[in-house]
């Protein structure tokens, strides 16, 4: 299939997300655009958070570690659900017990507004991060396989892509998103059960046939038992991903500001725990992919790309029936955009929140709030073009180990700072929190570095989280003291 039919389908795409952002965001207000004016349908939040939670990362990643790590990945999947139930059964209920609109409103009235905007700010730095690395990864496959072919440099598709993702949410904000996310999901994994298919039926292999050919490679080990101090090793992963999950979705105000926009706690519950399930059956399906496009490979004697990340798009654009690559790019442009406008969503709503006070200003008009939230929007766009520009010159490793690296380091002290709020009856000195929160990740760090010299041949795994945030919590705890007022930790 030419690159002109699928760049057709990408406009085409476009313009859809377009029609919904128009009909979604007719009569909306800085309130829908924040929390969906709490009408949001749970089910729909369930089913368009799996976009969002799976993203181009685990799109083009997943199935590359394959080969290399077998279903290993599973090991951190079982971390999350985990996670998950700890956030449908602590922190939501706290969220709705407090009617907050950004989550991070919950650290001021626990301890107060030094550790507020210390928190809001680790948020802001980790989300702008982690999601601009998510977008970059899926830019560079679609301008090798699409971009380049029709003669459009990499800067020029990266605002164009920019720009129409500005558009869909410039106005309805999450009342416009839970909508795109449902259309987005559907795509992403349409693509990944087409293709499994289309694999298997050039092989002449049956589903379960297929499972079994890579079960017989070797594909599906799961569980790494051997070396407890390796950073792969199956408690550590799991307790990684567990902490993952808390920190990146439930202390997250992308993930909770989907979650806190229905209407009440019962049913954002559900929402969760439906979500919760299908996301590990999903990145099951995700790892049967990969192992079929190994098998693919060898059976079709096709060399493995340098890069893991390749080996998706090698497959389905280069090696499969020409429907197949539109199916990708369909699946890889479903994959990049709820990356990208959920963060936006999110950092806009953060920021004018957290940062610039926006909803406790009354002696501003709604027209005037309305101004600067849009300015914050575009700006932060403009960051994101910035930094994926950036990432093109000097990203060369994994980049979902990236990701899960930057996220070890930026939510530590997030984890930190709210299991101390939730966990004892002490305020610390605020003076100190931003210190204690900057100290953290650097003393993390100096560990990741020198883990095998100074524990013996220990290496930190995903668990390096729990790490950094028990760092924060002794150092909140040491420069603490009881709070004589107990009403404020009714929480």
């Not at 598709?157 to 558009?167: R, T």
């Not at 709030?369 to 060369?396: A, G, M, N, P």
């Not at 929160?437 to 390096?464: A, I, M, R």
């Amino acid at each position: 299939m030419s690159s002109a039919v699928i760049l057709s389908f990408v406009v085409a795409y476009f313009v859809l997300l377009l029609a919904i952002a128009f009909y979604t965001s007719r009569g909306a207000d800085n309130e829908s655009f924040f929390i969906g004016q709490k009408k949001s349908n749970w089910l729909l939040v369930a089913y368009g958070m799996i976009g969002t939670s799976l993203s181009g990362v685990t799109f083009m990643s997943v199935p590359g570690e394959v080969h290399a790590k077998g279903f290993a990945y599973m090991q951190v999947v079982i971390g999350y659900f985990i996670g998950y139930l700890v956030v449908v059964f602590v922190l939501l209920p706290l969220y709705y017990r407090l009617n907050l609109t950004s989550i991070y409103s919950y650290l001021k009235e626990r301890f107060g507004n030094t550790s507020y905007k210390t928190g809001a700010s680790f948020f802001l730095l980790s989300r702008t991060l982690g999601a601009s690395i998510r977008i970059y990864l899926v830019l560079i496959v679609l301008q090798h396989f699409l971009f380049d072919a029709v003669g459009i440099p990499f800067v020029v598709s990266v605002f164009f892509i920019l720009l129409m993702i500005l558009l869909y949410t410039f106005q309805g904000g999450v009342k416009t998103i839970i909508w795109t996310d449902m259309l987005q999901t559907t795509g992403m994994i349409l693509a990944l059960i087409i293709t499994i298919y289309l694999i298997g039926n050039e092989l002449g292999f049956s589903f379960g046939e297929l499972v079994g050919a890579i079960s017989a490679k070797g594909y599906t080990a799961t569980f790494q038992t051997a070396d407890w101090k390796a950073g792969n090793f199956f408690l550590k992963q799991i307790l990684g991903g567990a902490f993952v999950t808390i920190t990146m979705t439930g202390l997250d105000q992308e993930m909770m500001q989907k979650n806190i926009s229905v209407s009440t706690l019962p049913k954002s519950q559900k929402n969760m725990l439906l979500f919760s399930v299908i996301l590990v059956a999903v990145n099951l399906l995700f790892l049967i992919l990969g192992g079929a496009l190994y098998v693919f490979m060898e059976a079709k004697g096709i060399s493995f790309p340098s890069k893991s990340d390749e080996s998706f798009s090698l497959v389905a654009l280069q090696h499969l029936p020409p429907v197949a690559g539109l199916i990708f790019i369909v699946g890889l442009v479903s994959a990049l955009f709820p990356s990208a406008d959920g963060a936006l969503t999110a950092l806009t709503s953060s920021f004018c929140i957290d940062i610039l006070n926006l909803k406790e200003r009354n002696e501003w008009s709604e027209e005037r709030k309305t101004k600067v939230r849009r300015t914050v929007h575009v700006t932060i766009t403009v960051l994101f073009i910035i930094l994926i520009l950036l990432y093109q010159k000097i990203i060369e490793a994994s980049v979902i180990s990236t990701i899960l690296k930057v996220a070890g380091y930026t939510y530590g002290p997030l984890l930190g700072l709210f299991a101390f709020g939730i966990l004892t009856h002490r305020k610390p000195n605020e003076r100190f929190v931003p210190l204690i929160c900057l100290l953290s990740p650097l003393v993390c760090w100096l560990l990741s570095e020198h883990s095998k010299e100074w524990f013996n041949g220990y290496q930190f795994g995903f668990e390096l989280l729990l790490v950094n945030g028990l760092i924060t919590f002794t150092g909140l705890f040491l420069l603490s003291k009881t709070e004589s007022d107990k009403t404020i930790f009714n929480h």
